[in-house]
T-cell receptor
Framework: DAGVTQSPTHLIKTRGQHVTLRCSPI?????VSWYQQVLGQGPQFIFQ???????GRGNFPDRFSARQFPNYSSELNVNALLLGDSALYLC????????????FGPGTRLLVL | RKEVEQDPGPFNVPEGATVAFNCTYS??????FFWYRQDCRKEPKLLMS???SGNEDGRFTAQLNRASQYISLLIRDSKLSDSATYLC?????????????FGTGTQLKVEL
């Protein structure tokens, strides 16, 4: 079975630009969560989506937004990019929205110049 | 205070050694607990869940102490392939769903 997939794998943007990252969960999983991992730190929770609705939001500015589609795939959007947004963006999926194991995709490595 | 605290290391140990990692968490309402392993420039992968009764998977043993809000991971007979960053992870409710809260990770280097 395919695991969580993310695209693109790498991305280079300049300050002020906008970026869209994509995630497809494991087949049958209905919940998608997004995390940001900057170098030397653990991943930080950004959003959780379940059944196309936002179920949780971390401490990130409104420049960050996301959505989930009927097929449970998800997009993370970041506007007005800052240098500090350079990070590995991880998507994780789980079957439901409640407390359980989440499985991570390979991530999208974003560099903002 | 950070929600999940770990010693960042690095822990440099010889092959065959036993090494222990510790972690503390601040939210007493946390629901479940995990250790994830992360190799350099890769995604985190679930190593094992952590229960109050303790659980063992081969050379790995994890333990949870809810009263002290403390989680541990013991690795016996270390292998070169165990070199990685070990992330202590706490799963808690957000109101409408759940989120994982990660520690900064503890780096392990197993040497010949």
């Amino acid at each position: 079975d395919a695991g969580v997939t993310q695209s693109p794998t790498h991305l280079i943007k300049t300050r002020g630009q906008h970026v869209t990252l994509r995630c497809s969960p494991i087949s049958g999983h209905k919940s998608v969560s997004w995390y940001q991992q900057v170098l030397g730190q653990g991943p930080q929770f950004i959003f959780q989506y379940y059944e196309k609705e936002e179920r949780g939001r971390g401490n990130f500015p409104d420049r960050f937004s996301a959505r989930q589609f009927p097929n449970y795939s998800s997009e993370l959007n970041v506007n007005a990019l800052l240098l500090g947004d350079s990070a590995l963006y991880l998507c994780a999926s789980s079957f439901t929205r409640v407390v359980e194991t989440q499985y991570f995709g390979p991530g999208t490595r974003l560099l903002v110049l | 205070r950070k929600e999940v605290e770990q010693d960042p290391g690095p822990f440099n140990v010889p092959e065959g050694a036993t090494v222990a990692f510790n972690c503390t968490y601040s939210n007493s309402a946390s629901q479940s607990f995990f250790w994830y392993r992360q190799d350099c420039r890769k995604e985190p992968k679930l190593l094992m869940s952590v229960y109050s009764s303790g659980n063992e998977d081969g050379r790995f043993t994890a333990q949870l102490n809810r009263a002290s809000q403390y989680i541990s991971l013991l690795i016996r007979d270390s292998k070169l392939s165990d070199s990685a960053t070990y992330l202590c992870v706490v799963n808690g409710l957000t109101g409408g769903g759940n989120k994982l809260t990660f520690g900064t990770g503890t780096q392990l280097k197993v040497e010949l």
